[in-house]
């Protein structure tokens, strides 16, 4: 059974940084695409940050370009988030995901990680409060 296990969530006052991570098991997720969702009381999900499994492409959220940065240990089958710079309005359930690199003869690029249907495994996410 794949499972996704974030942790690093917390209450940090606005200006604060906190580093999420999120374990995969049951399966290797080393060839996947993965990344970072966000939902708020009363809100849709929404992207945060994707990263391909080399490692080499990235695509953030306009909301959190350069401050927030995603990076990943294949070895480890941990992808990370890096926060820095929070703001109250981050304050949301944080959910890693999971999703193949290429489906159906259909190859995804960067472009295409902020699209939730691409992601096929997902964990129940971990709590990040912004206080201002």
């Known amino acids: 059974q794949a499972q996704l296990v974030e942790s690093g969530g917390g209450l940090v006052q606005a200006g604060g940084s906190l580093r999420l991570s999120c374990v995969g098991s049951?399966?290797?997720?080393?060839?996947?695409?993965m990344g970072w969702f966000r939902q708020a009381p009363g809100k849709e999900r929404e992207f945060v940050a994707a990263i391909s499994w080399t490692g080499f492409a990235t695509s953030y959220a306009d909301a959190v370009k350069g401050r927030f940065t995603i990076s990943r240990d294949n070895a480890k089958n941990t992808v990370y988030l890096q926060m820095n710079s929070l703001k109250p309005e981050a304050t949301a359930v944080y959910s890693c995901a999971s999703g193949p690199g290429v489906r159906g003869g259909t190859y995804y690029t960067s472009s295409d990680y902020y699209r939730r249907s691409m992601y096929e495994y997902w964990g129940q996410g971990t709590q990040v409060t912004v206080s201002s």
């Open positions: 049951g399966r290797t997720f080393s060839s996947y695409v």
